[in-house]
C-alpha cells in the first residue's frame, strides 16, 4: 500500500510538472559549431636526433655517458685511442733530430765558406750551394714539423665531443671495443622534446597551425597542447606534425599518448550542465511545450568547454529550436 501512494505521489507530480504553468528562464536550443576530433597516438620524440662520431678509429678506453644522460654541446662523452698515433708521433720526432743535425752541419759549413770566400780560396757558387742546402734542411724541419702537428692533432680528435644540448637516447658501443672513424658512438636528443603525430593524410587539409590539441596523459591527467609545426612531406600515408606540450614527462622517450586533434567542425546541440536532472542513472530536461512544461529524457556526451563555460552535448532526445528551462 505504501508503495503504491509513494507511485501515486509521483505521477501526480509528474502531471503537475506537465500542466501547470512555469515562470523559469528558457532557453532556446540552436545547433552551434563544435571541432570534430581525430584520435591518434602521439609519441614523445626530440625534434633533432643527432649522432656524436668517433673522429678517428681505434679502441674506447674511456666512456663517459649511459642512456638518459643530459649532455652540453662539446662535452667529452667518450675517449679512442689509436697506439699507432704514438708510434708515428716517436718517428716524426726522431725524423726531426736527425734534420737538426743535418742543419747544424749545413749551417757550419756555410760559415766556413763564407771565411773561404773573403780569402778567396772557393767560389760564390760553392757558397751559393752551401746557402742552397741550409734552406733545404730548413724547410725540411718546418715539414717535419708541421706533419707531427697533425698528428698530434689527430690524437686529439681521438675525444668524441656531444654535438649539441640534449639527453642521451642509445650508446651502441661500449668500453674497449673497437670501432672505426665515423661509426657512432652515441645518438644524442636535442632541439626540445614535442609529441610527434602522424594522421592520415585526408586529414591534411583540415589541420591548423596552433590549433588547441587534447592529451590523454594516462593515470586519468589530460592536458593541452598547441600544434606547433606541420611537416609538408607526407610520410608513408602520413602527416607529420609536431606538438609543443607545457611539462610533457620525458622519462621514456618514444612513449605513446593518446591525442585527440581538431579535423574539421561540425553541429552539436548543447545545454549548460545546470539544466540536466539526473534520476536513476537517467538525464532529463524540462521542455517548454506552448504554455506547460514536461520532462524529457535525453542522451548526452561527455561534457565539454565552450566559450568558457562547461556544457553537455545532447545526443538524442532534443531538438534544434526547441526550449529548454533552466532549474
Known sequence: MKAKALAR????????LSTGSFAAEAIRLDAVKVPEWKAVYGRVEARDSVAARARIGGTVIDLKVTEGDAVKAGDVIAVVKDDKIDFQIAAIEAQLLGLRASLENAQSELTRGEELIKRGVTTAQRLDALRTQ????????AAAEAQRSVVVEQGKEGAVLAPADGKVLTVPVTQDAVIMAGEPVATIGGGGFFLRLAIPERHADL????????????NGHESTGRLAKIYPEIDNGRVIADVEVEN??????????????PVGERDALLLPLSALTNRFGV?????KSGERAAER???TAK?????GKEMTEILTGLAAGEEVLLP
Open 248 to 261: 610533457l614527462p620525458t622519462t621514456f622517450v618514444n612513449k605513446r599518448l593518446l591525442v585527440r586533434v
Open 207 to 218: 589541420l591548423r597551425q596552433d590549433a588547441s590539441i587534447e592529451i590523454d596523459s594516462g
Open 9 to 16: 505521489s509521483a505521477i501526480f507530480g509528474l502531471s503537475l
Open 303 to 307: 561534457p565539454i568547454l565552450f566559450d
Open 134 to 141: 741550409v734552406d733545404v734542411v730548413r724547410n725540411q724541419i
Open 297 to 299: 529524457a535525453v542522451v
Open 283 to 287: 538525464d532529463y530536461v524540462t521542455v
